[in-house]
């Protein structure tokens, strides 16, 4: 978001390219560049949606998440999750800028983590 891109997290191996950091290329579809910190009601949200990121897929080597754990979600999720009222915070170093395409910087900002 206007400086060097920061890694979102390694504990559990987060991003597109599992490098721990939200940046995106050829091949995410998803464009996986929001860094945002887990919450139970976003889960719950996202497994409603049809996208349950709580549940272990080892075959994707994917631990499943819990609430805390910072992961690079979609930015057209995120967007839902925004409009919905049920978006999680959002690290703003750790987010891409082409978050920018889905969201506004007032709407990320507004949704900040601490």
């Known amino acids: 978001m206007g ?3 920061e890694p979102c997290c390694y504990e559990p191996l ?6 721990g950091h939200c ?6 579809t998803g464009v ?3 860094c945002a910190v887990m ?5 719950k949200f996202s497994r409603e949606q049809g996208n ?7 075959e994707y080597e994917f631990p499943g998440l819990k609430a ?4 690079c979600l979609c930015a057209s999720r995120w ?22 395409e889905f969201a506004t910087i007032e709407e990320l900002k507004a949704s900040a983590a601490d």
């Open 32 to 34: 996986h560049t929001v």
């Open 14 to 19: 987060t991003g597109y390219y599992r490098d």
């Open 79 to 100: 967007k839902d999750a925004y409009d919905a009222g049920m978006a999680p915070k959002v690290v703003l170093e750790a987010t891409h800028a082409s978050t920018l």
């Open 23 to 28: 940046h995106t290329g050829n091949g995410d």
């Open 39 to 43: 919450t139970d009601a976003f889960l």
């Open 68 to 71: 805390g754990d910072k992961w």
């Open 52 to 58: 349950d990121l709580s549940t272990p897929r080892p």
């Open 3 to 5: 400086g060097d891109l």
